[in-house]
């Protein structure tokens, strides 16, 4: 569970980035 909870905080971390990323795209334009 410790390395599923792992892979699971970071995947959502990239998620999270994705997410900002677009957003700032979003915003610039």
């Given at each position: 569970f410790?390395?599923?909870g792992h892979?699971?905080?970071r995947t959502m971390g990239?998620?999270?980035i994705a997410l900002g990323i677009k957003?700032?795209?979003s915003e610039i334009r």
């Open positions: 410790a390395r599923m892979w699971f905080d990239a998620v999270l957003i700032a795209f």
